[in-house]
C-alpha cells in the first residue's frame, strides 16, 4: 500500500488503466461467486478463474476455512476453543492454539495503540445484550459486570491465559472475521488465484486488481433516506491487493423503546454502553487482520482521536462519518471536493 505521502490520489475513481494487462488475461477465464451465512452475517468470494469445476473446488476451500474459524472461535458454539476458554479461565490457566495466541496477540496490540478502546473483554458487559429481542441491561447490571472488563492475565511467550475476575468474558467478533478473509485469500493465492475479492460481513480483502483495473469499494451510506436504495455508497475507493474493514452502528441495533436511543453492538469498554459520536468508520490497509479491530477502535475513540491514531500508523487509513453526518478522512486521503 502507497505511504501517506503518496497515497493522496486515493479517492480519484480511476476507470482505465493497465488495459493492456486485462487483455493478456486468459480469454476463458470468468468471474465466479458464491455467498454463505457464516459467523451471524453474509460471507463471499468472487474469484477469476478458468474452470467451473476447479473455480467451485476454491470457492469450496474458502467456505471451509469461514466455517472452520468460526467453530473454534465463536462465543455461541459450546464445544469451540473460545467457549471453553470462557468457561475455565477463571479458575485456571488455559493454554491457547499458536492461532488463538495470535488473535490474542493482536487483540492486545490495539488495547494499547487505542488506549483501551479496543478490548475483547468488553464481552464480559458484551454478553448482556440480546439485539434480536432488542433487550438492554440496565445501568445496575453494567456497574455489577464492568469490573471485570480489562482483568486479563497473558502470558505470550507460553500462550498462557489466565481470567483476573469471575466475571470476564473475551469475544472476538472485532477481529475474527477481519483474520478470516485474510486466510481465505492466502489460500486463493497458494492455489494459484490472482484476482479474488473475499468478504465478510465488513471485512473485505482483495487479490490483486480487477482485471487490470482497481477494484471500486464503496462505504455504506448508513443512514439512508427513505427514497434511497437499501445499500448506497457515500464514497468509492479504488483498491487493489488490500483490505478494508467497516464498523457501522446500523449492523446490529434496535431503537431503546423508553428513550430513542440506538442501542447497537460496538460497546465503549470503558462504560460499558454503545459507543456515540461516529457512525461509520473505515480503515483501509494492507491486512485485514489489522484494519477489523483498528475500525472498532476508531469507532469507539472517535475522529480526531481514531484518526490521530491511524495517521501515526504507516500504510494504513480511515475515513469516518459523523453522527451530524460530516465525513472526515485520515490524513493520506484527498476528500473528493479538493481533488
Not at 430513542?260 to 460497546?267: A, C, K, P, Q, Y
Request: glycine share 8%; hydrophobic share 40%; net charge negative.
Amino acid at each position: 500500500m502507497p505511504s501517506n505521502g503518496s497515497s493522496s490520489r486515493r479517492l480519484l475513481l480511476v476507470t482505465a488503466a493497465c488495459l493492456s494487462l486485462w487483455l493478456a488475461l486468459p480469454a476463458r477465464a470468468e468471474w465466479f461467486q458464491q455467498n454463505w451465512a457464516i459467523m451471524g452475517t453474509e460471507v463471499g468470494a468472487r474469484i477469476w478463474w478458468q474452470d467451473a469445476d476447479q473455480a467451485a473446488q476454491l470457492l469450496a476451500l474458502v467456505r471451509a476455512e469461514m466455517e472452520r474459524i468460526d467453530t473454534v472461535y465463536s462465543p455461541y458454539i459450546d464445544s469451540s476453543e473460545l467457549a471453553r476458554v470462557n468457561q475455565l479461565a477463571a479458575s485456571q490457566t488455559q493454554t491457547l492454539s499458536p492461532e488463538f495466541a495470535r488473535l490474542v496477540d493482536k487483540a492486545l496490540w490495539v488495547n494499547r495503540i487505542s488506549h483501551g478502546a479496543f478490548d475483547i473483554t468488553y464481552a464480559s458487559v458484551g454478553h448482556l445484550y440480546d439485539y434480536r429481542s432488542g433487550q438492554a441491561p440496565d445501568d445496575a447490571q453494567i456497574a455489577a459486570n464492568l469490573p471485570a472488563v480489562g482483568k486479563l492475565h497473558w502470558q505470550p511467550h507460553t500462550r498462557q491465559i489466565r481470567f483476573a475476575h469471575p466475571g470476564v468474558k473475551i469475544d472476538l467478533g472485532g477481529l475474527a472475521k477481519g483474520y478470516a478473509v485474510d486466510s481465505a485469500a492466502a489460500l486463493l493465492r497458494e492455489h494459484g488465484v490472482q484476482h479474488a475479492s473475499v468478504n465478510a460481513g465488513g471485512d473485505t480483502r482483495l487479490l490483486g486488481d480487477n482485471l487490470g483495473r482497481p477494484w471500486l469499494i464503496g462505504i455504506k451510506n448508513p443512514r439512508p433516506g427513505p427514497d434511497d436504495a437499501a445499500w448506497q455508497s457515500v464514497v468509492k475507493l479504488p483498491m487493489a491487493n488490500e483490505a478494508i474493514s467497516t464498523s457501522g452502528d446500523y449492523e446490529r441495533y434496535f431503537i431503546d423503546q423508553h428513550t430513542g436511543e440506538r442501542v447497537h453492538h460496538i460497546l465503549n469498554p470503558a462504560t460499558g454502553k454503545s459507543s456515540h459520536g461516529l457512525i461509520s468508520a473505515s480503515v483501509i490497509g494492507p491486512e485485514g487482520f489489522n484494519t477489523d479491530p483498528l475500525a472498532t477502535a476508531v469507532f469507539v475513540m472517535g475522529a480526531e482521536a481514531g484518526l490521530a491514531m491511524i495517521n501515526q500508523l504507516p500504510g494504513y487509513e480511515a475515513i469516518v462519518i459523523t453522527s451530524s453526518g460530516e465525513i472526515r478522512y485520515s490524513s493520506g486521503l484527498t476528500p473528493p471536493e479538493l481533488q
